[in-house]
């Protein structure tokens, strides 16, 4: 059995910037693709960002885009999330999952596993 852990979410002001990270208490996941999900009070999880097994092909949601950017440290075990000008509406519980298969995947039902989450709370 496969453990996440994310960390790093927080209370900040628009406009400030958090890296979240998800350590895995296995290195088996660096074979995984990786992703992030949020989910905001009264929404459904939404996809946010993936990586695939390598770190060379990464997908992002179009509502993060350009401002959000997921990477992976094979070494520890961890993905990242950086989160630039984050808007209120980024407010969420941000969840990390690892994949099925290797490649980048943005649909939920591509994950196996899934972490506990890490509240980000964007005030205006």
């Known amino acids: 059995q496969v453990r996440l852990t994310e960390s790093g979410g927080g209370l900040v002001q628009a406009g400030d910037s958090l890296r979240l990270s998800c350590g895995a208490s296995?290195?088996?996941?660096?074979?995984?693709?990786m992703g992030w999900f949020r989910q905001a009070p009264g929404k459904e999880r939404e996809f946010v960002a993936a990586i695939n097994w390598r770190g060379s092909d990464t997908a992002v949601a179009d509502s993060v885009k350009g401002r959000f950017t997921i990477s992976r440290e094979y070494a520890k075990s961890t993905v990242y999330l950086q989160m630039n000008n984050l808007k209120p509406e980024d407010t969420a519980i941000y969840y990390c999952?690892?994949?099925?298969?290797?490649?980048?995947?943005?649909?939920?039902?591509?994950?196996?596993?899934w972490g506990q989450g890490t509240q980000v709370t964007v005030s205006s």
């Open positions: 999952a690892a994949a099925r298969s290797a490649a980048v995947a943005t649909s939920q039902s591509a994950y196996q596993y």
């Open positions: 296995q290195r088996t996941t660096s074979n995984n693709g």
